[in-house]
Each structure stands twice: as structure tokens, then as C-alpha cells.
């Protein structure tokens, strides 16, 4: 049976419930999955849509789960999707004890998204992709899962998390610190009270940009399809550092450290803080650049968002400061949550905490109080909610608002003014300038 036309486990369990109403049916334990390995019928068909540096992490990490199938990967850089095929088939050789050629490559993701194989593909494109590819996967009925941030822009994220509720997708954001049982466990202490009455909430990133060396255009690579690269965004000549890894240090496809770490601190604080962030807030920032014919990023920032509540919101590029840095990890990049009562620092890329007072890390969560639940694993928990039609512990709208923050506060280091944002609105508040930066006009035909 070919890859295409082979039964997926979606398709498989429609079937079997369509026939159940014609009649007794019988369905073998191995269909059903109850086999050491599943059948490849009842496994997920999974591609990946952008492989190199974290999507090919992913399609790597995903070779470790019985009950998935890796079936394509697709990258505009025909090395990185060759590259990728290869570890793929070498690995389901080895587990079929055969030669196995099955994994497909692609350079546009569209004839991905067109088989009916594929149940879900990992989109790990750069950030200028994210909100065009949820929304193209989400009307080809694939379920997602979208490196962070979900969005380049605020009116594109909204669009993508749209997309999502409207063809009824799973989908999780890749902020897989929210799976780290110390974040959740910090959430619990804030909204419990546990801090007393929150009043500022510090979020400090690094400061990583320096000079991009680029001294001019240079030649395309051979098999590297730049324009598809470039999709939405404006034409520009061709310099490896636009491209892979250091593209986040150009506006037009990221906003530097602000949606890069930004998108895992601010996550965490809002998973912990979200119900005591309500209302409009007062942002006022200040952002410094570097001169460099590339790069265009904030380099250093300090935003505060500032609520009716009297709750202060700050991003900074200052380190935390001594007294908070995490004895485990020594790292001084995180949240701080400051209440009356105490205060309790998240580090990221870890969850090390560390209080005062203490004790507070000793704190027992009540069977009456509000508990956030445990993910053990955020990979895991995306798939299983593909089978349950469950939700995760990373959706779109949560990655959205996450996404949200962090352009936000790029804006208030622009513009250097003063703010006013209507969270429930999406919407600056009598502010033509501001709300004209909520989006970025698109090259055709990659528009909404």
C-alpha cells in the first residue's frame, strides 16, 4: 500500500465507527493498537515544515514515539531535508530490521499539506512563517505544532489562533517550559497567594546582538530557495546572515531577544500571573539599537506595562540581580514575581527557583486551592491530545497573547512614547501610529 493512500489512525477510527452503526465489526488488536508497536495504521502521520536547528530537533525527538510516523520533512534548503530523510530512514531501518525509504522531501510546503497521510505537521520555519503556516495547516485540517512565537506580527497571530478555533485543530505552542513542573508549581504559589498582593512582575532577558560583518550582497546558495525563504516578507539581496539561525536579529522576521527568550519568559509569567494582568495597561519603553546594515533589532530594552490594578510589568535587558540567581543553574535570565509578603524567581530553560522567604519553596498546595496540572512531557502532550481531541498545555491562544507581549513591548522600544493597550480589544487606544505597526504588509501571494 502506498504512503499515500495508507489508512492513518483518524481515518482508521472513522471507519470503524461508521461500520459499527452498519453492523457488528471486529477490529484485530493490532488495529487497535495493542500490538508492542503499533500498526501503521494506527500511528499519527507526522511531517515537518521547516528542519533545521529546532524542527529537525523535533523530527528527531519524534523518532522516539511508537505510535507516530514520520513521513516528510520539507526546508527551502534541500541540505537541511536531505539531512534530515537520511537520520529518519536510518533510525526506521534499525527498528524494521530492513532497508526503509519512506520519509518524502519537499521544498513547498503546500504538496505536504496536501496528503491525506499527513495528520500533523511541526512547523519549525522561521518567525516570519509561523502565522501564515498555522493558518494554510489549519484549512488543510492538520493538527500543529508551531515553534515559538506563533506570530511575527499581533494581527497575524490573531489570525493563525482564529484559524485554529475555526477548523477545530489541535494545536500547542512550542513553549515547552510550560510542561517544567517548577513553572507550574510557581503559578500555583502566585495565584494562590502565597507572594501576598502582587505588585511588579520582572521579566529579564539577555542582550545578545552584535555586528552582523555584512559587507554586502553575496551569491545564492545551490539548493536554497531564497524567495521561498523570504515568503511574506519584503525582497532584499541575499547575505547568510539574513538566513538560519541570526535571522531573528532582523525586524522583518523576528524581533531579536524579545520574541526569542522573550517568548519563554513572558510565557511563563503569564501562565503563572495572567488572571491579576487585566485591563488596559500603560506601556511606556525605551529601546537602543546598534548601527549595522543588517541587523535592526533591540539590542538593550526596558518596557513597563503599567495596570489600573497597580500591578508593574517590566522587560529588561538587565540581568536579574545577585540575591536572585538560581544556586542550580547560576542563571540570571527569568521572572521575578514580587508581592507583599515575598518574592519568587523562575529561571529559564530549567525552572530553578529560588525564594524569600525560603521557605516559601516548601509550600504544600491545598486540595481546595487552585492547582495549573502537570504536562510531563510537551511533545507528549500534543500527540496524546491529537488522539483525545483534548486540549494542551500550550494553545494557540495562550501562545497569541504570549506573542503579543513580546511585540508590544518591540513597539514601545520604536516608538519611545507613551501607550495605551486594549488587551481585549488588540488595539492601541487612539493611536493611528501604534495600531499601524500591529501588522506588516505582506509580498503576494503570501497573504492572508
Same mark, same amino acid.
Given at each position: 500500500?502506498?504512503?499515500?493512500?495508507?489508512?492513518?489512525?483518524?481515518?482508521?477510527?472513522?471507519?470503524?465507527?461508521?461500520?459499527?452503526?452498519?453492523?457488528?465489526?471486529?477490529?484485530?488488536?493490532?488495529?487497535?493498537?495493542?500490538?508492542?508497536?503499533?500498526?501503521?495504521?494506527?500511528?499519527?502521520?507526522?511531517?515537518?515544515?521547516?528542519?533545521?536547528?529546532?524542527?529537525?530537533?523535533?523530527?528527531?525527538?519524534?523518532?522516539?514515539?511508537?505510535?507516530?510516523?514520520?513521513?516528510?520533512?520539507?526546508?527551502?534548503?534541500?541540505?537541511?531535508?536531505?539531512?534530515?530523510?537520511?537520520?529518519?530512514?536510518?533510525?526506521?531501518?534499525?527498528?524494521?530490521?530492513?532497508?526503509?525509504?519512506?520519509?518524502?522531501?519537499?521544498?513547498? !510546503? =503546500?504538496?505536504?499539506? $496536501?496528503?491525506? +497521510?499527513?495528520?500533523?505537521?511541526?512547523? @519549525? #520555519?522561521?518567525?516570519?512563517?509561523?502565522? /501564515?503556516?498555522?493558518?494554510?495547516?489549519?484549512?488543510?485540517?492538520?493538527?500543529?505544532?508551531?515553534?515559538?512565537?506563533?506570530?511575527?506580527?499581533?494581527?497575524?497571530?490573531?489570525?493563525?489562533?482564529?484559524?485554529?478555533?475555526?477548523?477545530?485543530?489541535?494545536?500547542?505552542?512550542?513553549?515547552?517550559?510550560?510542561?517544567?513542573?517548577?513553572?507550574?508549581?510557581?503559578?500555583?504559589?502566585?495565584?494562590?497567594?502565597?507572594?501576598?498582593?502582587?505588585?511588579?512582575?520582572?521579566?529579564?532577558?539577555?542582550?545578545?546582538?552584535?555586528?552582523?560583518?555584512?559587507?554586502?550582497?553575496?551569491?545564492?546558495?545551490?539548493?536554497?530557495?531564497?524567495?521561498?525563504?523570504?515568503?511574506?516578507?519584503?525582497?532584499?539581496?541575499?547575505?547568510?546572515?539574513?538566513?538560519?539561525?541570526? !535571522? =531573528?536579529?532582523?525586524? $522583518?522576521?523576528? +524581533?531579536?531577544?524579545?520574541?526569542?527568550? @522573550? #517568548?519563554?519568559?513572558?510565557?511563563?509569567? /503569564?501562565?503563572?500571573?495572567?488572571?491579576?494582568?487585566?485591563?488596559?495597561?500603560?506601556?511606556?519603553?525605551?529601546?537602543?539599537?546598534?548601527?549595522?546594515?543588517?541587523?535592526?533589532?533591540?539590542?538593550?530594552?526596558?518596557?513597563?506595562?503599567?495596570?489600573?490594578?497597580?500591578?508593574?510589568?517590566?522587560?529588561?535587558?538587565?540581568?536579574?540581580?545577585?540575591?536572585?540567581?538560581?544556586?542550580?543553574?547560576?542563571?540570571?535570565?527569568?521572572?521575578?514575581?514580587?508581592?507583599?509578603?515575598?518574592?519568587?524567581?523562575?529561571?529559564?530553560?530549567?525552572?530553578?527557583?529560588?525564594?524569600?522567604?525560603?521557605?516559601?519553596?516548601?509550600?504544600?498546595?491545598?486540595?481546595?486551592?487552585?492547582?495549573?496540572?502537570?504536562?510531563?512531557?510537551?511533545?507528549?502532550?500534543?500527540?496524546?491530545?491529537?488522539?483525545?481531541?483534548?486540549?494542551?498545555?500550550?494553545?494557540?491562544?495562550?501562545?497569541?497573547?504570549?506573542?503579543?507581549?513580546?511585540? /508590544?513591548?518591540?513597539?514601545?522600544?520604536?516608538?519611545?512614547?507613551?501607550?495605551?493597550?486594549?488587551?481585549?480589544?488588540?488595539?492601541?487606544?487612539?493611536?493611528?501610529?501604534?495600531?499601524?505597526?500591529?501588522?506588516?504588509?505582506?509580498?503576494?501571494?503570501?497573504?492572508?
Amino acid at each position: 500500500m502506498s504512503r499515500r493512500t495508507r489508512l492513518t489512525r483518524r481515518r482508521l477510527l472513522q471507519g470503524a465507527a461508521a461500520a459499527a452503526l452498519a453492523g457488528p465489526y471486529i477490529v484485530s488488536a493490532d488495529a487497535l493498537g495493542l500490538a508492542a508497536r503499533p500498526s501503521a495504521s494506527n500511528r499519527l502521520g507526522i511531517a515537518g515544515i521547516g528542519v533545521g536547528g529546532r524542527g529537525g530537533g523535533h523530527m528527531r525527538s519524534l523518532l522516539q514515539d511508537d505510535d507516530v510516523q514520520v513521513l516528510a520533512v520539507c526546508d527551502v534548503d534541500r541540505g537541511r531535508a536531505v539531512a534530515n530523510k537520511n537520520v529518519i530512514e536510518k533510525h526506521y531501518s534499525g527498528v524494521q530490521g530492513t532497508t526503509y525509504a519512506g520519509c518524502d522531501t519537499y521544498k513547498d !510546503f =503546500r504538496e505536504v499539506l $496536501d496528503r491525506p +497521510d499527513v495528520d500533523a505537521v511541526v512547523i @519549525g #520555519a522561521p518567525d516570519h512563517w509561523h502565522s /501564515l503556516l498555522t493558518v494554510y495547516a489549519a484549512r488543510a485540517g492538520k493538527d500543529i505544532y508551531c515553534e515559538k512565537p506563533v506570530s511575527n506580527t499581533i494581527l497575524e497571530g490573531r489570525k493563525a489562533a482564529d484559524a485554529v478555533k475555526r477548523y477545530g485543530r489541535v494545536f500547542q505552542t512550542g513553549s515547552q517550559e510550560r510542561s517544567r513542573d517548577n513553572c507550574r508549581y510557581a503559578g500555583e504559589l502566585v495565584q494562590n497567594g502565597y507572594l501576598g498582593k502582587v505588585h511588579t512582575i520582572r521579566v529579564f532577558l539577555p542582550k545578545k546582538v552584535g555586528p552582523s560583518g555584512c559587507k554586502g550582497p553575496e551569491p545564492i546558495p545551490e539548493g536554497f530557495d531564497y524567495d521561498m525563504w523570504l515568503g511574506p516578507r519584503p525582497w532584499e539581496p541575499y547575505h547568510p546572515r539574513r538566513c538560519h539561525g541570526t !535571522f =531573528r536579529w532582523i525586524r $522583518d522576521y523576528s +524581533d531579536g531577544e524579545l520574541t526569542d527568550r @522573550g #517568548a519563554h519568559t513572558n510565557d511563563i509569567a /503569564l501562565l503563572a500571573a495572567e488572571p491579576l494582568l487585566k485591563g488596559p495597561a500603560t506601556i511606556i519603553g525605551k529601546g537602543r539599537f546598534i548601527d549595522d546594515p543588517l541587523f535592526d533589532v533591540a539590542t538593550e530594552y526596558n518596557v513597563e506595562f503599567q495596570y489600573a490594578s497597580g500591578i508593574r510589568y517590566i522587560v529588561s535587558s538587565e540581568q536579574a540581580p545577585p540575591d536572585v540567581i538560581c544556586s542550580i543553574t547560576g542563571d540570571r535570565r527569568g521572572i521575578k514575581f514580587e508581592g507583599d509578603r515575598g518574592w519568587l524567581f523562575v529561571a529559564i530553560h530549567g525552572g530553578a527557583l529560588k525564594a524569600d522567604p525560603p521557605d516559601l519553596l516548601k509550600t504544600k498546595i491545598g486540595p481546595g486551592e487552585i492547582h495549573l496540572g502537570r504536562s510531563p512531557d510537551h511533545r507528549r502532550n500534543w500527540l496524546d491530545a491529537i488522539k483525545t481531541r483534548g486540549p494542551t498545555v500550550a494553545p494557540a491562544e495562550d501562545g497569541h497573547r504570549t506573542a503579543t507581549f513580546c511585540h /508590544l513591548t518591540d513597539i514601545a522600544c520604536w516608538l519611545d512614547r507613551k501607550l495605551v493597550w486594549d488587551f481585549d480589544k488588540e488595539e492601541f487606544v487612539n493611536d493611528p501610529g501604534a495600531n499601524a505597526m500591529r501588522d506588516r504588509p505582506a509580498r503576494s501571494p503570501w497573504n492572508f
